[in-house]
């Protein structure tokens, strides 16, 4: 692909469909209003759709990009957790199916945390990615979770959880379902310290995130339409053979009925969360770690 496919936004899409080396990706239709969006504009619009304002899913490394500052930070390298330890297997083996969103994602797991400073203050920042496997909670999410606080408490800084899960990763059984208990101990410990933890959700979180450390903020905010809640709506509609009110479970239904704070546009992020940190912080300077 040469420069000026690559930058120069065309006046038709099919204007350089002649040559089979050219990308299918040029173009993203919105899945809300179905708008076109060259991708070069819909990076710079942070994935949030000029004409509806549909917020898109993005991964952690543009999330990690857009909170801190100047977009500067530093991954942290978080434990290795057993390998497949059930040698589970449903249609494929779980031990194939983590080789494949690894090497689709170029990531471990779910989960990748970095530090960094918000807003001019230090900040850890844990960011839960829907496109491996879901975002789903199993050992390795767990783990990363719990080293996202610990980091948060040996720097004595602040620790931003932004969610995205479908649930635990049924392939770890029990082992999966062990990470909710943990990850509510190193919340609690944050709080025991006088650390905000502020938790940032977005389409999807539900299932075992929100039933643990996705509920457990000091402030909750929500991504603008995303969809929240322990079940999804199609098994509580089946459920309880009633039909749901319009919206149930969206970031705003959620706000009107007490479950989240604020519903806070992409753009406005970094901002909203250097406010709150200031707000939780009393506008103190960070102490050391041993204070």
Request: hydrophobic fraction near 40%; charge should be negative.
């Amino acid at each position: 692909m040469n420069w000026i496919k690559n930058f120069v936004r065309p006046r038709f899409p099919s204007v350089f469909r002649e040559h089979d080396d050219t990308p299918d990706n040029l173009w993203e239709a919105c899945k809300k209003c179905g708008e076109m969006i060259f991708h070069r504009d819909l990076e710079n619009l942070q994935k949030v759709c000029p004409g509806c304002d549909h917020h898109m899913r993005i991964g952690a490394t543009a999330r990690f990009q857009a909170l801190f500052d100047k977009g500067e930070y530093e991954l942290l390298e978080l434990p290795d957790v057993a390998h497949d330890p059930l040698k589970f297997k449903d249609q494929k083996k779980y031990a194939e199916r983590l080789k494949e969103a690894r090497a689709k994602s170029g990531d471990k797991d779910a989960v990748k945390v970095a530090k960094g400073d918000l807003g001019g203050r230090p900040a850890i920042i844990a960011v839960q990615d829907f496109a491996f496997m879901g975002g789903s909670l199993g050992m390795a999410a767990g783990e990363a979770v719990v080293a996202a606080g610990e980091a948060a408490l040996a720097h004595h800084a602040p620790l931003i959880m932004v969610a995205a899960a479908g649930g635990a990763r049924m392939q770890e059984g029990i082992l999966s379902l062990m990470q909710m208990p943990r990850t509510t101990v190193i919340v609690q410990q944050l709080r025991e310290r006088g650390l905000p933890y502020i938790v940032v959700l977005t389409d999807p979180t539900t299932g075992g995130v929100t039933a643990s450390y996705g509920m457990l903020g000091d402030v909750h905010i929500a991504e603008p339409g995303a969809l929240i809640g322990f079940a999804g709506p199609r098994v509580i509609q089946d459920t309880i053979k009633e039909k749901l009110p319009e919206g149930f479970q969206r970031a705003e239904y959620l706000l009107e009925h007490g479950m989240v704070d604020m519903v806070v546009h992409r753009h406005d992020m970094p901002a909203t969360l250097a406010r709150l940190i200031d707000l939780l912080t009393g506008g103190r300077a960070p102490e050391s770690a041993g204070a």
